[in-house]
Antibody, heavy 122, light 116 residues
Framework: QVQLQESGPGLVKPSETLSLTCTVS????????WSWIRQPPGKGLEWIGY???????NYNPSLKSRVTISVDTSKNQFSLKLSSVTAADTAVYYC????????????????WGQGTLVTVSS | QPVLTQPPSSSASPGESARLTCTLP?????????IYWYQQKPGSPPRYLLY?????????GSGVPSRFSGSKDASANTGILLISGLQSEDEADYYC??????????FGGGTKLTVL
């Protein structure tokens, strides 16, 4: 059973870069898409972007200029970098596997990591 | 980026049914999209429940009880999550999602379901 675990600093200063890593266990990162989604405290979900194990990416247009998602298949990990952060970037950040059935087409996120709270504050 | 509208809250009693709605903007036809539903309990990540396109094209997430089902109301341009035989454990936030072709993932604002 695939499990995901986010890791990284819980506190980031304004204008700096938020960096998180998602470690995939119980299965290979290969042949799948992987995604980052965030949730500000008390608010709804916002998709950040996804990466295919080969390295191709797709980002939310509202964040695209600040986001980089990368993958390290040798470590079974993928990562998120969000630059020039502000208080508005304070959120629980989730990593999730994106399951895709291209012929349908179907796309859904399953499973999700437990999430990690990142606070942007000086 | 389209906006999916969900009522902030809904409530029902144990054993009853809950009907949660997800309304698409008027320029997007609900009949053209898969509507995905997620459940999120306090302190936990979202859990994938199901998708619904039509009665002949739908799918249940792994381990999701059959009392969770989807449908659409074309006249209201709305996707619907129906939970029958409500249980106290169904109290949670529920999010709908679409993925328009050549566009990007969109989540609704979520509905907090209270089981009275």
């Amino acid at each position: 059973q695939v499990q995901l675990q986010e890791s990284g600093p819980g506190l980031v200063k304004p204008s700096e870069t938020l960096s998180l890593t998602c470690t995939v266990s119980g299965g290979s990162i290969s042949s799948y898409y992987w995604s980052w989604i965030r949730q500000p405290p008390g608010k709804g979900l916002e998709w950040i972007g996804y990466i295919y194990y080969s390295g191709s990416t797709n980002y939310n247009p509202s964040l695209k200029s600040r986001v980089t998602i990368s993958v390290d298949t040798s470590k079974n990990q993928f990562s998120l970098k969000l630059s020039s952060v502000t208080a508005a970037d304070t959120a629980v950040y989730y990593c999730a596997r994106l399951l895709v059935v291209p012929a349908a087409p179907l796309y859904w996120f399953d499973p999700w990591g437990q999430g990690t709270l990142v606070t942007v504050s000086s | 980026q389209p906006v999916l509208t969900q009522p902030p809250s809904s409530s029902a009693s144990p054993g009853e049914s809950a009907r949660l709605t997800c309304t698409l903007p008027s320029d997007i036809n609900v009949g053209s999209y898969n509507i995905y539903w997620y459940q999120q309990k306090p302190g936990s990540p979202p859990r994938y429940l199901l998708y619904y396109y039509s009665d002949s094209d739908k799918g249940q997430g792994s381990g999701v009880p059959s009392r969770f089902s989807g449908s659409k109301d074309a006249s209201a341009n709305t996707g619907i999550l129906l939970i029958s035989g409500l249980q106290s454990e169904d109290e949670a936030d529920y999010y709908c999602m679409i993925w328009p072709s050549n566009a990007h993932v969109v989540f609704g604002g979520g509905t907090k379901l209270t089981v009275l």
